[in-house]
């Protein structure tokens, strides 16, 4: 842990003795502007966006070395509720690979953030569920909508999409959450060779899961056969760890459209 910090003027959060950390899948709609009388055949090019990004941070939560004596005394079940208020505590980022060149350009500029370039594969809940299947069902069976509450993502290689960096499945299914809000969260980066930090706002609850230690880990978290750096430093970070919490978030829809009805 002291050789992902040597040098970044922070140290470990410790709850119980034990240092978290954190990875968290991110899908979200970003906007991103080409800038101020750039002509239009220049719109769509790297430097302006639309669309969807997905994200992973790696995190290892830390305080600044220099504010030990300001950081309020929580448990992790405190911590990731929000309860600290202080928000000494936040996220040192190790790693953070991102699949849109804009957002990579504004988080590497604007937050110091350790982004690099690569390609991901998602099984997520949606609002649109699929189709039940099964090997008896007839073609024209009816639409029976499957709810879940699976998330699973994979992180691919840069350089090769068929070599995974890691693969993440977390199984809610019948778990009871608790509603609550880490936010703001400190983030922590480095820019032009010095600490910075930046609040990150979620404007609505999360879905809190926590786990005891006796019950099989929910969480199944596989290091792939990738030799990108990440693979690396995940299996230093994380190895004999299990899953402490697993928190999601869900925008609201803006709109909805009704099913379709015989003329």
Not at 227 to 249: C, E, I, P, S, Y
Request: charged share 20%; proline share 8%; glycine share 8%.
């Amino acid at each position: 842990m002291k050789s992902f910090l040597e040098g970044t003027g922070f140290s470990p959060a410790l709850f119980g003795g034990l240092a978290s950390v954190s990875f968290n899948f991110q899908l979200y709609v970003g906007q991103f502007s080409a800038g101020k009388d750039v002509p239009p055949e220049e719109w769509n090019g790297d430097q302006a966006s639309i669309g969807v990004t997905q994200e992973v941070e790696l995190n290892i939560v830390v305080y600044p070395t220099d504010q030990a004596h300001r950081v309020a005394d929580v448990d992790f079940q405190q911590w990731v509720m929000g309860d600290e208020q202080s928000k000494l505590m936040g996220n040192h980022r190790v790693w953070v690979p991102c699949d849109s060149k804009p957002a990579i350009m504004a988080g590497e500029e604007l937050f110091g953030e350790p982004k690099f370039f690569t390609s991901f594969k998602v099984n997520l809940p949606s609002f649109n569920p699929l189709r039940a299947a099964s090997p008896t069902s007839a073609p024209d069976a009816p639409y029976r909508p499957v709810w879940e509450n699976s998330w699973g993502f994979r992180v691919n290689d840069p350089e090769d999409k068929n070599l995974p960096i890691f693969t993440c499945i977390a199984d809610m299914s019948g778990r009871v959450s608790v509603p609550g809000n880490i936010s703001s969260i400190t983030e922590y980066g480095k820019h032009d060779g010095r600490a910075i930090g930046c609040r990150w706002n979620i404007l609505q609850p999360l879905q809190t899961y926590f786990f005891s230690p006796e019950e099989p880990d929910p969480v199944k978290l596989t290091i792939g056969p990738s030799q990108h750096q990440m693979a690396q430093d995940m299996k230093t970070l994380l190895a004999g760890a299990r899953a402490q919490a697993v928190q999601t978030f869900v925008s609201s829809p803006v709109a909805i459209q009704s099913r379709a009805y015989f003329l």
